[in-house]
């Protein structure tokens, strides 16, 4: 840059052979090292320095790195140190490790010049810039291909959709709360980018990836909307997620249940009746199927699972949505073997499923209606509309207690005759309209019992 020659310094002109140099301790290399690659000769040794320096620095140039550190260094305050450093080489030594640790690099960090003047906020945001932790694939992979929506107004002031802006902004740009627009930066649905707000990083958003994002995070539905729309239980869609019969959307905040996108949802029906059964095989609809299911979280998912894998052969009658249920037809015998060896193992789904339930779907578990509201006392509730119920409780309660309206199911008895019935018997009523399940069970078989062999007389 100077007609000085090489081996002179640029500022005063003396031999640079004749400057003293600083011994640096052992401790101090491995660190110093990132400046040592920048300030090389050769273009293959300055690159060489993104093999100490994290990933997500990777895209910086090696000028920018360097103008960073010089930075950094240079407005630092002067560090107290019992060492035979120099001040300088700790400088160095610091902002080094400020490169190293990115973005977290600036915490403990004292600079001289001051927060809210000409130089040090550049200086920092230019550290902000030097980096962007990449949205997961998944996450990315579902929005990439996305158009990005914003009215003129939003975009006029934006101005470049490659700009980085804060969560204001981002908000009033794509029409998510803060709080939303946080959480799922913090969940690596998007890049995480970084503004600086005086020594402090906080979270930026590319505005044009995040235009994409917004467009495909609100036409996302939840469980509970796919669950409406087929007439299934909320649970029963999550087992299909977490077997993979529905996609589940990657866009998802975790502890905020699972969410879908659309194609998925319009061609649920269509994958489940690929494979009918045969003519003369019996069959039974997946209704009647999870109403003989008792005494434990239905198998939803682990049947239409088998259906879509083939294991099972199944028809889906014609139709509404609401009536899914009741449409498809399963084989019956396969089905119910099926159902039977999965209430002998459903812990390992308790810990993927929301833990929260509504009161419908607790009603479905405890295979009774909502006139028998009595099954649900002593479970805490939360909530109005919709009222929600603790999972693990409600199949606990299903477990120990059976229903007025079962047991006069499977004795055909209307409920009158069957509470009196069990009073005769002296079963345990745990609850109103819930019974003690295993002396109630002992009672149905004895009566099955007296009447196969009434029949047999009569016969």
């Not at 040592?36 to 090696?62: G, W």
């Not at 913090?186 to 467009?215: K, M, Q």
């Not at 009647?288 to 879509?308: C, F, H, N, Y």
Request: a neutral charge; hydrophobic letters at 45%.
């Amino acid at each position: 840059r100077t007609l000085t020659p090489v081996d002179r310094c640029d500022e005063c002109g003396r031999k640079l052979a004749d400057r003293i140099t600083t011994a640096v301790s052992e401790e101090l290399r491995p660190t110093l090292e990132i400046i040592a690659r920048l300030v090389s000769t050769t273009d293959a040794e300055r690159a060489s320095v993104f093999d100490i320096l994290p990933a997500a620095l990777q895209q910086t140039s090696p000028q920018t790195l360097l103008d960073v550190i010089l930075g950094l260094a240079k407005h630092m305050k002067t560090p107290w140190t019992s060492t035979t450093e120099t001040v300088d080489v700790i400088r160095l030594h610091r902002a080094c490790m400020a490169v190293e640790s990115w973005p977290r690099g600036l915490e403990g960090l004292e600079f001289s010049a001051s927060p809210q003047g000409q130089t040090l906020p550049p200086l920092l945001q230019s550290y902000a810039n030097l980096g962007a932790e990449a949205a997961t694939e998944a996450a990315h992979a579902e929005y990439a291909g996305a158009a990005p929506v914003a009215d003129s107004a939003s975009l006029s002031a934006v101005g470049e959709c490659a700009r980085v802006v804060g969560i204001r902004e981002a908000s009033a740009i794509s029409g998510l709360d803060d709080d939303t627009l946080r959480s799922v930066w913090e969940a690596r649905l998007v890049t995480r980018r970084y503004r600086a707000h005086g020594d402090r990083l906080l979270p930026a958003f590319e505005v044009e990836e995040l235009l994409r994002f917004a467009e495909v995070w609100k036409s996302r539905v939840s469980a509970a909307t796919v669950g409406n729309r087929f007439g299934l239980p909320t649970y029963a869609i999550e087992q299909c997620a977490i077997l993979g019969v529905i996609s589940a959307s990657a866009l998802a905040v975790p502890g905020c249940g699972y969410r879908f996108s659309k194609h998925p949802i319009d061609h649920f029906g269509i994958a489940l009746s690929s494979r009918a059964p045969g003519p003369h095989v019996p069959t039974i609809s997946l209704h009647d199927l999870m109403r003989q299911v008792s005494g434990a979280l239905k198998p939803w998912g682990e049947v239409l699972e088998a259906i879509a894998t083939g294991r099972l052969s199944a028809t889906l009658e014609p139709g509404a949505d609401n009536q899914f249920a009741k449409r498809l037809l399963i084989e019956r015998d396969a089905a119910g073997c099926l159902a039977s060896k999965w209430v002998r193992n459903t812990s390992k789904f308790l810990v993927k499923l929301t833990p929260l339930i509504t009161q419908s779907d607790a009603l479905e578990i405890l295979n009774c209606s909502a006139s028998s509201l009595g099954m649900l006392e002593g479970i805490a509730s939360t909530g109005i509309n919709p009222k929600l119920f603790p999972l693990r409780q409600i199949v606990e309660r299903a477990r120990e207690v059976i229903a007025t309206a079962e047991v006069g199911g499977r004795l055909n008895l209307d409920p009158t005759r069957t509470f009196r019935l069990l009073r005769a018997a002296r079963v345990r009523e745990i609850v109103p309209g819930g019974w003690d399940r295993v002396h109630a069970l002992e009672l149905i078989t004895r009566a099955a019992v007296m009447r196969d062999a009434q029949l047999s007389l009569a016969l």
